[in-house]
């Protein structure tokens, strides 16, 4: 059986996390954590960065530190994982769904003004399979309309936005590390991820405002950190909170995967253009979509998928790779017609996410997959796909 997904283990892992148990600090922000931390700080030019224990986590600081209050609205793409969208819920927030684009599962810039009222308060957009949200549009709505933007990185890590107006740089590299845009964004380490630690993610502060707060909220709403660089006398209670912060076995396992970054998204770039190489000829025959890739996006290679004409062919394709040993899975049901915000939503519809709900299929990939399984599952996807 080729699986789905396969974790990746670099091989220093646990002689990292053997040196955290030895060192006698096995609870959060010691030294690891602060490795990993820096590593994105100094590497993406994230402004401050904090480890969490998920990258829901992270987004549920976020929604703490947005200050969303019952009634407030938060503009979710539909087409997305539950979390980007549930940590608003259970702070009160009324999610108003967005559609993706025609020919992308990203929320389609041009339909989400429409969707504004006096009381929405923040913008989430999803970097589905790695690909940046064009988020210079993105960033000049919430400017005009005073809203605040937190990127769902989840799956976004070491992916780029190519800014699309240098002059609005000003010096900066003309490519910004997503993650690195908007007010606030999160990062996971899931195991299913490109860099992972089984369960993790890592919460981005680019707006200085949030940084004080989000240290707080980050230690059971405590000012430890502040207490901790001498800069206050006393220790306590502040502010809300919650214990968001992973332990430093987590962190050392994290640390392994990072030392090895590099070589693990070049190994996915290749098995990914792989991939699009062998089943480009069968795309150009309307056979079935393969991913879009607009000019102001970079590819991190997370996800390879394929969008099929019809749910039957979809259906058709992933049992004839099951047949074949071939683990392929479709995912996101819409959540706007979820059974738990279904009655909450306000009845529009949206064609795009339907269609990518029915129709995308995810295929196997993961750092062992190798070369010759690819050619295997592109002969399988192309057998008898006339039927
Ligand atoms: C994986 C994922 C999440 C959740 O990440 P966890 O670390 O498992 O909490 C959130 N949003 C998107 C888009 C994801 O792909």
Redesign the pocket.
Known sequence: MIPFNKPYLTGKEAHYMYQAVYKGKLSGNGDFTKKCQAFFEQKYGFKKCLLTT??????EMCAILCDIKPGDEVIVPSY?????ALAFVRAGAKIVFADSMPNNPNIDVTKIEALITPKTKVIVP???AGVACDMDAIMDIANKHNLLVVE?A??AVDSYYAVRHPERSEGSPTKRALGGIGHLA?????E??NIIAG???LLVINDERFIRRAEIIWEKGTNRAEYFRGEVNKYGWVDTGSSFLPSEVIAAFLWAQLENMDDIQNKRKALWNKYYELLKPFAEQGKFKLPDMPDYATNNAHMFYLVCNSLEERTALIKRLKENDILAVFHYLSLHSSPYYNDKHDGRDLPNCNKFADCLVRLPLYYELEEEQIEKICNSINTNADE
């Open positions: 998920s990258c829901t986590d992270a987004l997305t994982f539950v979390s980007s999803v970097h589905y769902d989840a799956q999160a990062f996971s380490f899931h299913t991820k369960e993790g993610g």
